[in-house]
């Protein structure tokens, strides 16, 4: 596609549901980011994908957070057992060469 | 998570006056530095990026310099506008690819 695409672009789910959010990258992109960015605050490096592998995973905050990629295309962002805390924005970013790093819109996450 | 500096300051700035945003990075074996503007609910998008063997790059109305001596970044955006006005955000790329997001400024242009 055009550019990183991310769904939903809103999600507003109880505490203790599991989410999925989904991240669809610019065609023939091997690498895949995820952030998360809390209100008013920078962007926390979570997982990064080269190719299908994820060779670091070391800013996932917890075990209730997950992610894959198939394809050396999409990816979701699994959340499960949702707490207030996870509420944030969450971008991807998807690159073929170093620093061309594309950004879509996030998908804004709200637990009530 | 990684990032470096999650409170974000503010610069204020009046409309024609240049500005300048400065961040501190992490990591001295950093190759690749990236400055990104933030919009109200985007995503980041590119403005200019610099090599570590270089200090000085210049775009449209951009300048980025590096200091590789303190770890230091500046961003300079010449004759500031209303439509600069957003969320500027360093971020350095590690060995392996990694892109790791510094200090956020925000940036307030009034007219």
Known sequence: ?112 | GESVGLHLPTLSVQEGDNSIINCAYSNSASDYFIWYKQESGKGPQFIIDIRSNMDKRQGQRVTVLLNKTVKHLSLQIAATQPGDSAVYFCAEILQGGKLIFGQGTELSVKP
């Open chain 1, 1 to 112: 596609g055009a550019g990183v695409s991310q769904s939903p672009s809103n999600k507003v789910t109880e505490k203790g549901k599991d989410v999925e959010l989904r991240c669809d990258p610019i065609s023939g992109h091997t690498a895949l980011y995820w952030y998360r960015q809390r209100l008013g605050q920078g962007l926390e490096f979570l997982i990064y994908f080269q190719g299908n592998s994820a060779p670091d995973k070391s800013g996932l905050p917890s075990d209730r957070f997950s992610a894959e990629r198939t394809g050396e295309s999409v990816s979701t962002l699994t959340i499960q057992r949702t707490q207030q805390e996870d509420s944030a924005v969450y971008l991807c970013a998807s690159s073929l060469v170093v620093s061309g790093y594309t950004f879509g819109s996030g998908t804004r996450l709200t637990v009530v």
